[in-house]
T-cell receptor, first 115, second 108 residues
Framework: EPEVTQTPSHQVTQMGQEVILRCVPI?????FYWYRQILGQKVEFLVSFYNNEISEKSEIFDDQFSVERPDGSNFTLKIRSTKLEDSAMYFC?????????????FGPGTRLTVL | GQNIDQPTEMTATEGAIVQINCTYQ??????LFWYQQHAGEAPTFLSY??LDGLEEKGRFSSFLSRSKGYSYLLLKELQMKDSASYLC?????????WGAGTKLIIKP
């Protein structure tokens, strides 16, 4: 069964450093998403991406964040200068259709710890 | 504003039935999703409702009333492995808007 994969599973970084979280969505999906979940809190939407551009982004997704689809399979989230409050689980998801009409398949997540 | 409410925690007995409620007020609505999340893991899809009524899928059923902004997830024949958080989410534009989740504790 096809699945979304994410690397690394854990990332520890120093405050102010740049991190890149990587995702490989399901191959025939066209819509890609990043969510985050701070420990003990609810899942929060960051950004959606379609046709090589951002479809929608939340207030969390400020200038410190960027997304890219560098090739036909990878989808990345970059945080330019990490802050302590960026510590969270980051989930990548993909779906075959957009508009929130269809199931989004989630990867296992990357746990980011900022020290 | 965007608001999705569900109980924080519920307890049920193995073999029993439990209903988890969700109410929502969102600016857009493309459907109501239920996801299951075990601690430290990713959400996994359980059900999707876009029209009013009941959708049944094995031991799990989900109901939607759009006019009331209300949904519930019904779990039958509870098993210990059903101990998890159950997340209600609304599809709106290109995102899912999430409730805080209901932690379901199953007792033998």
């Amino acid at each position: 069964e096809p699945e979304v994969t994410q690397t690394p599973s854990h990332q520890v970084t120093q405050m102010g450093q740049e991190v890149i979280l990587r995702c490989v969505p399901i191959s025939n999906h066209l819509y890609f998403y990043w969510y985050r979940q701070i420990l003990g809190q609810k899942v929060e939407f960051l950004v959606s991406f379609y046709n090589n551009e951002i479809s929608e982004k939340s207030e969390i997704f400020d200038d410190q964040f960027s997304v890219e689809r560098p090739d036909g399979s990878n989808f990345t989230l970059k945080i330019r200068s990490t802050k302590l409050e960026d510590s969270a689980m980051y989930f990548c998801a993909s779906s075959s259709t957009g508009g929130g009409y269809n199931e989004q398949f989630f990867g296992p997540g990357t746990r980011l710890t900022v020290l | 504003g965007q608001n999705i409410d569900q109980p924080t925690e519920m307890t049920a007995t193995e073999g029993a039935i439990v209903q988890i409620n969700c109410t929502y007020q969102t600016s857009g609505f493309n459907g109501l999703f239920w996801y299951q999340q075990h601690a430290g893991e990713a959400p996994t899809f359980l059900s999707y409702n876009v029209l009013d009524g009941l959708e049944e899928k094995g031991r799990f059923s989900s109901f939607l009333s759009r006019s009331k902004g209300y949904s519930y997830l019904l779990l039958k024949e509870l098993q210990m492995k059903d101990s998890a958080s159950y997340l209600c989410a609304v599809g709106s534009n290109y995102q899912l808007i999430w409730g805080a989740g209901t932690k379901l504790i199953i007792k033998p």
